[in-house]
C-alpha cells in the first residue's frame, strides 16, 4: 500500500517542523512539501499531487480558510484537514463551507494527527471532540424544516404580505404599488 502524501501548511517554521517530524516517524505518511499560506499550499498540493493538506487557519496573506477553496480547486482530489489554536466557531463553519474534510486542534496527540490524516484520505470528516459537540448543538438548536418562528406567526396577513414581497426583493415603492400602499407605509 503507497503512503499517504501530505502537505503541511503554516506560517511558522517551527509548527511545520514539529509536524514533519511527527509524520517522517510514521511509515505510512510521506510529507511531500511544506507552504507558509493558502496560496503556495494549493501550489504544493497540486505540483506534489497532495492526498491531504494540513492547514493551519491563520496565515499571512493567504489564510486556511481561503486556502481550503483555493487548494480544492488546484487539486479537487485533496482533502483539507484544518489543525489551528483556534477554537472559535466562526473558524469552524468557515472552513466546512469552504469544503474541509476536518477541524483539529494543535493540542491533538500525534497518534491522533496521524489517524485523522488516515480517516479523512479515507472520505471521513473528522471534528475535534469539542468542535463536534458544538456542531451537534447548532445542528439541534435549529428548528425543524416547515415550521414557522414564532415572530413570523404573530403577523397579520397583511404583514405577511408585505414579508412576502420583501422577500422577492421588491423595493418600498413596488410594494406599495402591488399592495396598494403608500410607501411610507
Do not use: W
Not at 73 to 80: C, G, H, T, Y
Request: net charge negative; no cysteine.
Amino acid at each position: 500500500m503507497s503512503s499517504i502524501r501530505v502537505v503541511i501548511a503554516d506560517d511558522q517554521d517551527l509548527i511545520r517542523g514539529g509536524l514533519r517530524a511527527i509524520l517522517d516517524a510514521d511509515e505510512s505518511v510521506t510529507v511531500v512539501g511544506e507552504a507558509a499560506n493558502g496560496r503556495e499550499a494549493a501550489r504544493v498540493a497540486r505540483e506534489e499531487r497532495a492526498d491531504v493538506v494540513l492547514m493551519d487557519v491563520q496565515m499571512p496573506g493567504s489564510d486556511g480558510i481561503e486556502g481550503v477553496s483555493t487548494v480544492l480547486l488546484a487539486r479537487p482530489e485533496a482533502r483539507v484537514l484544518m489543525l489551528t489554536m483556534f477554537d472559535l466557531d466562526e473558524y469552524v463553519f468557515g472552513a466546512l463551507r469552504a469544503g474541509a474534510s476536518g477541524f483539529l486542534l494543535k493540542t491533538t496527540p500525534p497518534e491522533q494527527l496521524v489517524a485523522a490524516i488516515h480517516a479523512v484520505h479515507s472520505g471521513d470528516l473528522l471534528f475535534a471532540p469539542t468542535v463536534t459537540r458544538r456542531l451537534v448543538e447548532a445542528y439541534v438548536r435549529r428548528p425543524p424544516v416547515g415550521t414557522v418562528p414564532e415572530i413570523v406567526s404573530s403577523l397579520t396577513d397583511r404583514e405577511l404580505e408585505v414579508l412576502r414581497a420583501m422577500a422577492k426583493g421588491l423595493s418600498n415603492a413596488e410594494i406599495g404599488r402591488e399592495l396598494f400602499l403608500g410607501e411610507a407605509t
